[in-house]
């Protein structure tokens, strides 16, 4: 267990009483090569038995569990007119898999209408395009009426297929992240692209690989 030492001098009288001169990283040795650290009066030691949690310990891993040269689970969900659709209809044809937020936001109301907008190119490369959030079926039609959106919006409630691709979360896990897959015709993802911020660059390297396979 970490132990907390304290000086027989009460807290306040070590504290400065002006602004320092220096920079504040020069006030302030909190980490050392050593096994304790000081701040000011504060003495911290660590004891060497602690142990230090790995990555794949921590929840919501942004290490993702579909990956270039992988066959993703499959899935059978709701569709913005309240069609069953499944990822095995899709066969022998590329599909662009785009995983998004929710309806309405600005980013993904950008991406959307980017992906409607370069919806004649995709045909042309033969490709199907497909977008999945949690929001259900009814906020799916709305949406993709208020935008003419011409491809296929599913709603997947409780974010499960999300979970069983590994879609990595996006600010600490509290945004659902903004991801998009290639799949080739026989079902084998060929590029996978993450970009919360520039939901743009999805419909640009999508387009670039489809042209090229």
């Known amino acids: 267990m970490a132990t907390l030492g304290l000086p027989k001098h009460s807290i306040p009288s070590l504290l400065p009483t002006q602004s320092p001169t220096h920079p504040l990283s020069h006030n302030f ?12 009066g504060l003495q911290v030691s660590y004891s060497s038995s602690l142990p230090i949690p790995s990555f794949s310990s921590l929840k919501g891993s942004i290490f993702a569990k579909v990956n270039k040269g992988t066959v993703p689970p499959s899935f059978t969900l709701k569709d913005q007119d309240g069609r069953t659709v499944s990822l095995s209809e899709f066969k022998g044809k590329p599909v662009v898999v785009y995983f998004y937020p929710a309806d309405e936001s ?21 490709a199907e395009v497909v977008g999945i959030s949690g ?15 011409p491809f296929t919006l599913l709603s997947d409630e409780g974010n499960k297929v999300r979970k069983d691709w590994g879609v ?12 998009t897959y290639v799949l080739d015709k026989e079902g084998v993802v060929q590029l996978v ?12 390297e999508t387009l670039k690989l489809l042209q090229s396979l």
């Open 29 to 40: 040795p909190i980490l050392s090569k050593s096994s304790q650290s000081q701040f000011y």
């Open 106 to 126: 600005p980013s993904c109301t950008k991406q959307a209408c980017a992906f409607r907008d370069s919806y004649e190119k995709f045909k042309k490369a033969g």
């Open 135 to 149: 929001d259900d079926s009814s906020s799916h039609k709305a949406f993709a009426k208020k935008y003419r959106l």
């Open 168 to 179: 990595p979360a996006d600010l600490f896990g509290t945004l659902p992240g903004r991801q």
């Open 193 to 204: 692209y993450n970009n919360q911020f520039q939901p743009e660059k999805h419909i640009d």
